[in-house]
């Protein structure tokens, strides 16, 4: 079991950037499968982007509406996982959570419910 603090939520004009930290401790981070997810309250934990564990073939994942505007990444040497967001939109207004897995196969890396640790969620508030 790995402890993840997100941090670097806020609230933002559309278009603006904002970049999220996940901070990974009691495990190394290149060892898990590291997520993003987003939530809005009533509705459902959607995925938003995955970087595999340093083992993997197909290193990252993103969903389609974060296409070419979001960047997950990770660093290493600060055991951390990074989410870059540019271009931001009203529609991605929601909390976002940083997750952990291990051993996911690449089919199952969107589903929340195999991702064993999670983060407390920051908020992010994209309004004009």
């Known amino acids: 079991q790995v402890q993840l603090v997100e941090s670097g939520g806020g609230s933002v004009q559309p278009g603006d950037s904002l970049r999220l930290s996940c901070a990974v401790s009691?495990?190394?981070?290149?060892?898990?499968?590291m997520a993003w997810f987003r939530q809005v309250v009533g509705k459902e934990r959607d995925f938003v982007t995955v970087i595999r564990s340093r083992s993997s073939g197909i290193n990252t994942i993103y969903e389609d509406s974060v296409k070419g505007r979001f960047t997950i990444c990770r660093d290493n040497a600060k055991n951390t996982v990074y989410l870059q967001m540019k271009s931001l939109r009203p529609e991605d207004t929601a909390i976002y959570y940083c997750?952990?897995?291990?051993?996911?196969?690449?089919?199952?890396?969107?589903?929340?419910?195999?991702?064993?640790?999670w983060g407390q969620g920051t908020q992010v508030t994209v309004s004009s």
């Open positions: 009691g495990g190394t981070v290149s060892d898990y499968s």
């Open positions: 997750a952990a897995g291990k051993g996911l196969i690449l089919s199952s890396l969107r589903r929340a419910s195999l991702y064993a640790d």
